[in-house]
């Protein structure tokens, strides 16, 4: 699978928000590697790897949990629902919903969703 990358932008109307949305969507990694040396011999080594992302993200990469982790939650099950990106605001939709009823974000409405409500009406 190719990693996929944020690109960045400086157009200034970034918040908090769209930080901490931007990184639970795409995920964030740090690989940390320290060690302490006397006269050029290594004493301490450590290695650290830290992952952050949402649980959708998570289950999409196909990240680890650790031993014992409880991932039965309604969280994971969330997660698992299939969703698909809204075409004109962005956000991330379950597709059942997207195509078939409309975004709950922007209210746009699928040719499939358009044919749905004229039938019922």
Known sequence: ??????EPSRNGTGTLVDVIDAIL??????????????????LLGIKIRAALASFETAARY????????????????EAQVVRETCP??????????????????????????ETIA????
């Open 25 to 42: 969507d795409k995920g964030l990694v740090i690989n940390a590697d320290i060690t302490v040396s006397v006269v050029g011999v290594e």
């Open 62 to 77: 196909g990240l680890e949990f650790p031993s014992g982790t409880n991932i039965e939650t309604a969280a994971w099950a």
């Open 118 to 121: 004229v039938e019922a009406v």
């Open 88 to 113: 004109q605001c962005g956000k991330r939709v379950p597709s059942d919903e997207l195509l078939n009823v409309a975004c709950p974000w922007c209210g746009w409405l699928s040719a499939r969703a």
């Open 1 to 6: 699978m190719a990693r996929q990358y944020a």
